[in-house]
């Protein structure tokens, strides 16, 4: 049997559609180029040593001088992180001298010694991939004997001393890595700063292997290999034996599973994706036979063509949330390395109209395709998976959906220091971000998507990508190791030939029909747009009727009140005149009537909430005149007074002028200046209605208010919302919008620059110089063209967001899973609407994505017959790990 199996599919299908042209093709890929080109020239002129290049500020984010982000930093490690991750894509797009050149920086300036704490899997794949990435492309260069050939494995040694500085992470009983490590003095004692945390995540330290592999097999040593295969082992002895599922966080010291949902996206991807690939990198049977046995399972609960939705590892035929995050937008691309193309097809299919329909993929999104969280970072795993689809059916319909990614990246991330992360794909607006991935993976797949065979300078098929899109060669599956790696295999782990084929898959066979992959594609595009209401036929039996819910609901209707009691609501009247609500699933009429309840009072504690404080979406500002020509969008506040621009198809549009006085609290000095222009005022002295009034008076189209707090930054704070005055502010006809301080300073320097600033007021930014275009396609599909907020009704969405309370606000409890027939309880307090404060802050849902949680949950499927009495109660314990989600996903692969 070969040690080495590639599951490569080339374009054994006979296209169906018409072949690009070869000169478009060719336009694209260097199109593709020229963007390289405008994002790593920006870094390396605006921030380079720093580890990553701030786009709207055109300078580079060095940590602790920028306000933290959180576990987000921890990729951050002074070690000009961009420009180490970027080395090998240098390489593939033939920029050798550029290479050349880098590599003496990385060389000459990189310490990889610093006294900072760093997320080992990051670094593990971004700095040490990047090492063995640059190094295999130097070697080859060399050996091909017009460059580098003063190269002496100096990359190789750097990656080697880094390789030792994550090792200290590996000292625990499991073998499992703490996911952090100090880079100067380890994880022990207290000049660290680390080694107390007791989780990680599982692609966390299943995404050691290729790395730590390679480095062992390109320096002989075999201590990395052998603490990546210890860390796998036991990731392996502790999935669950049923299900033969792995968990999302996991005990690194007793081995407990901390978070028992399990998915292909954040907190457990690249640990799939490494089995496969350390198969193909090491040919090892055992990597095979385990992610075989693992994929049989995830085919069997967590895929549901086109979805892939979480289930809980004990009951994997429980979904355990309604929606999905981005990350899982690589699962089909591996699935072609499996060679399963047809769920491949299924769900970039789906992943493809949900990117139409926003431009972008959110971070996470429902199982109606709306946004949940609603950032982009520039994230590649779609485009990755786009590439190998493309390999494995020759369909040019792929490379027009790479075409969708290009044109999107130019006309809404693009700036002119570089390209932005999307701070809400709905509004368009920015966020001070580029991270090092876009360079190190984007640029990689869309440039082998258009690029023929001879455009590429050597051989991609003899490479395997690791994670982080990092080359290492195959010949390492025959380089010399050593024999002391332990083998933990086990009797039960013999290798069993009918769990899968060792052939690489027919792919005339799978698709006899060149029409299939189409067939396969059509009803998922047309099911993207359509909500899908819960079927009526799975109704609770006598109930008859759709559930009651909360915006309808009556304290005094008798029906209403029995509707509740089936339930397993019952209703408190309170001394002081509120209403409590409490529910007792185990009181139910039965599991499906539980859920209702379950997701009735969801809702009545988001109503709760919005009667206290009536949230806004964010607005956008757009400065469209030169040079920025609509590149760069900020974030804006909106006011609960004056012009709704949601209701504005062009927003307003001027240019810009500071008010005297700038704090708008008296009448406007300038008056002949501000008149017919947007005025710029400070915030404070005064409420922000009368600042509206004084500029309207001096004749304003419109005004932007700007944070006097020195620092604040929609990145680290709430949607600030800004109230009227107690008092009708119906008089106020122009629209007025808040900066925090970091974004309105980009606004003052652009106006100190260039002295004419115009800017766009809207509530979502406008397509870069194509509004007519825009107009044309807006009439045939709104797949282009980011949505616009929608107020949630029950007759738009089957699936509602929890908004995070106020303390103040509400009074929800909730009791651990508890044994068959103790209650499992919630409480709310449901107020009457009180009169509304001023000013007030509030959150918008894309400011605030961490404590959403989802308020209805997708029927059981048929067949589960041990779930329905336990359902509620997952769902309950459950809530508690939405809370936590995105603040896992940030710690697992931001």
């Known amino acids: 049997m070969p040690a080495v199996l590639l599951i490569l599919l080339l374009g054994a299908l006979c296209s169906h559609g018409q072949a690009m042209p070869r000169e478009e093709k060719h336009r694209l890929r260097n199109q593709v180029v020229e963007m390289f080109d405008h994002a790593y020239q920006n870094y390396m002129d605006h921030a380079y040593p720093a580890d990553e290049l701030m786009p709207l500020t055109c300078r580079g984010r060095v940590r602790g001088l920028e306000p933290s982000r959180g576990d987000v930093d921890d990729a951050l490690g002074k070690f000009s992180l961009t420009l180490i991750d970027t080395l090998d894509t240098l390489v593939l797009l033939n920029k050798t001298t550029e290479f050349e050149a880098a590599v003496r920086r990385v060389l000459s300036d990189v310490r990889l010694d610093n006294d900072i704490v760093v997320s080992v899997f990051e670094t593990n794949i971004r700095v040490l991939g990047g090492l063995l990435g640059g190094h295999s492309m130097a070697v080859m260069l060399k050996e091909e004997g017009q460059h580098m050939q003063w190269y002496q494995d100096e990359l190789l040694h750097m990656a080697k001393d880094l390789g ?54 390109f320096t002989g040593d075999p201590v990395f290999e052998a603490h990546a295969r210890r860390a796998l082992d036991f990731l392996w002895e502790k999935r669950q034996r049923n299900s033969n599922l792995v968990g999302t966080t996991i005990n690194i010291h007793s081995g407990e599973w901390v978070r028992r949902d399990s998915g292909v996206g954040a907190g457990i991807d690249s640990y799939y994706e490494y089995l496969l690939k350390a198969y193909i990198l090491l040919g090892d049977d055992q990597f095979l036979q385990r992610f075989n046995i693992h994929y049989a399972s995830i085919m069997k609960y967590i895929s549901q063509p086109p979805l892939l939705l979480d289930v809980h590892i004990h009951k994997p035929l429980l979904p355990a949330r309604t929606w999905m995050d981005s990350l899982l937008a690589f699962f089909p691309g591996l699935q072609v390395l499996k060679g399963d193309i047809r769920p491949a097809i299924e769900t970039h299919e789906m992943l493809y109209q949900v990117t139409k329909k926003h431009n972008f993929l959110p971070e996470a999104f429902t199982t109606d395709f709306r946004v949940h969280w609603a950032q982009h970072p520039l994230r590649p795993e779609f485009a990755e998976s786009t590439y190998f689809l493309y390999k494995a059916t020759g369909d040019p319909y792929y490379l027009e959906a790479g075409r969708t990614i290009l044109d999107n990246l130019n006309r809404f991330a693009r700036v002119p220091c570089g390209f932005a992360a999307m701070k809400d794909v709905r509004t368009g607006s920015h966020e001070d971000r580029m991270d090092s991935f876009f360079l190190a993976e984007m640029f990689k797949y869309l440039f082998l998507l258009f690029a023929d065979a001879e455009d590429l300078p050597f051989d991609v098929e003899d490479y395997v990508f690791t994670t982080e899109a990092h080359l290492l060669p195959l010949s390492l599956s025959t380089a010399p190791h050593s024999s002391s790696i332990p083998s933990n295999r086990t009797s039960e782990e013999e290798l069993d030939d009918s769990n899968f084929d060792w052939t690489c898959p027919n792919t005339r066979l799978l698709f006899p029909d060149p029409a299939f992959p189409r067939n396969l594609r059509e009803p998922i595009r047309s099911a993207v747009d359509k909500s899908c209401p819960r079927p009526a036929a799975f109704r609770e039996p006598g109930m008859g009727r759709p559930p009651l819910r909360a915006q309808d609901f009556m304290a005094n209707n008798p029906e209403h009140l029995e509707l509740l009691r089936r339930m397993g609501v019952s209703l408190i009247h309170l001394k002081d005149g509120r209403v409590q609500l409490v529910q007792h699933a185990t009181q139910a009429v039965s599991a499906v009537a539980a859920e209702d309840g379950v997701r009735f009072m969801q809702e009545m504690m988001e109503l709760s909430s919005q009667q206290q404080k009536e949230q806004l979406p964010p607005r956008a500002i757009q400065i469209v005149s030169h040079p920025f020509f609509g590149r760069v969008v900020l974030t804006a506040g909106p006011a609960q007074f004056g012009t709704d621009l949601s209701k504005s198809s062009t927003g307003v549009r001027g240019f810009v002028t500071v008010a005297e006085p700038y704090s708008g609290c008296s009448e406007i000095t300038n008056a002949e200046y501000v008149q017919g222009h947007i005025a710029l005022l400070q915030r404070g002295q005064c409420m922000f209605a009368e600042k509206a009034r004084h500029i309207q008076k001096a004749g304003a189209i419109g005004g932007i208010v700007v944070d006097d707090n020195e620092g604040s930054s929609s990145d680290t704070a709430p949607l600030f919302q800004m109230a009227g005055d107690g008092r009708s502010t119906e008089d106020i006809t122009i629209p007025l919008l808040f900066l925090f301080h970091k974004e309105g300073n980009i606004l003052l320097e652009a106006l100190k620059e260039y002295r004419e600033v115009e800017v ?57 899973v508890s044994p068959v027939g103790e209650d499992a309880s919630l409480a709310e307090e449901v107020r009457p609407p009180e009169e509304e404060a001023s000013p007030t802050e509030a959150e918008s849902d894309s400011a605030k994505p961490k404590e959403e949680r989802d308020s209805e949950r997708r029927e059981e499927p048929e067949g589960d017959t041990d779930s329905s009495s336990q359902s509620v109660d997952e769902l309950l314990a459950d809530w508690r790990e939405d809370l936590e989600a995105f603040q896992q996903m940030e710690k697992d692969e931001l």
Do not use: W
């Not at 969405?797 to 929800?812: G, I, Q």
């Open 164 to 217: 030792f500085r994550l090792l200290p992470a590996f000292n625990t009983s499991s073998g499992l890595p703490y996911p952090r490590v100090n880079l100067k003095h380890g994880v022990r004692g207290p000049e660290t700063r680390t080694g107390t945390e007791t989780d990680t995540c599982t692609a966390c330290a299943g995404t050691i292997i290729l790395e730590f592999a390679a480095l062992s097999r």
């Open 760 to 816: 766009l007021l809207s509530d979502k930014a406008r397509d870069r110089g194509v509004d007519a275009q825009e107009a044309e396609e807006d009439c045939l599909t709104e797949a282009t063209t980011p949505t616009s907020f929608e107020p949630i009704g029950q007759s738009q969405m089957s699936t509602m967001e929890l908004d995070e309370l106020a303390p103040d606000e509400a009074t929800p409890t909730q009791e651990e």
